[in-house]
């Protein structure tokens, strides 16, 4: 794993990268989710 890293930093910094970017995304889509739900909670609060 290290020898590959070394011998190609380039690959190495796109894997993380890629990975960065799917955190990122998890995180987003988690707190969306999350605000999400609570609008629905608030509108259904309001109906009812």
């Known amino acids: 794993m290290v020898s590959i890293t070394i011998s190609s930093p380039k690959l190495?910094?796109?894997w993380w990268m890629e990975n960065l970017v799917v955190v990122c995304?998890?995180?987003l889509s988690l707190h969306l989710v999350k605000e999400g739900v609570s609008?629905?909670?608030n509108g259904m609060m309001v109906l009812v």
């Open 25 to 27: 995304v998890n995180h």
């Open 12 to 14: 190495f910094l796109s």
């Open 39 to 41: 609008k629905v909670r």
